[in-house]
C-alpha cells in the first residue's frame, strides 16, 4: 500500500479484460518475475516505462512526468513543488533523456538513461 505507482503496477501486468486491475495468478507471477533479481535490465525498464507512462500512448510527455514526479513526492501540499519548480525539473529530464528534442521520451530514450544508471 505504501507503494504510489501500486495502481499502475497493477494496471500494466493486468491481463483483466475488464480493465479493473485484477491481477491473475499468472499475471502476479509475471509481476514477480520482473522485479526479481534475475530479470534483465531491458525488461525492467520496458515495465518502468509502462508503468510511468499514464496515459498508455508509448510516450512519456509532460504530463506523465508531472504525474510521475507527484506521486514520487507526495500528494500533499507542503510536499508539492511550485508550478515553477515542477516546469524546471521537468526541463532538466526532457534535456537530459529526450535524444530526438522531439519533446517526449520514447522507450529507446528511457531505456539509453537508465542503462547509465547502475543503481536500476
Do not use: W
Not at 45 to 70: C, M, P, W
Not at 88 to 104: V, W
Amino acid at each position: 500500500q505504501a507503494n504510489p505507482f501500486q495502481h499502475r503496477i497493477c494496471h500494466v501486468f493486468s491481463t483483466s479484460e475488464s480493465g479493473d486491475g485484477s491481477l491473475s495468478f499468472e499475471d502476479f507471477l509475471d509481476m514477480l518475475s520482473v522485479f526479481s533479481d534475475s530479470a534483465t535490465s531491458d525488461i525492467k525498464s520496458h515495465y518502468a516505462f509502462r508503468i510511468f507512462d499514464f496515459d498508455d500512448d508509448g510516450t512519456l510527455d509532460r504530463k506523465d512526468l508531472e504525474q510521475l514526479v507527484n506521486c514520487l513526492t507526495g500528494h500533499g501540499e507542503e510536499s508539492r513543488l511550485s508550478p515553477a519548480e515542477m516546469e524546471q525539473l521537468i526541463q532538466n529530464i526532457l534535456e537530459e533523456a529526450d535524444i530526438d528534442k522531439d519533446g517526449t521520451i520514447n522507450l529507446s530514450e528511457f531505456q539509453h538513461v537508465v542503462s547509465r544508471s547502475p543503481d536500476f
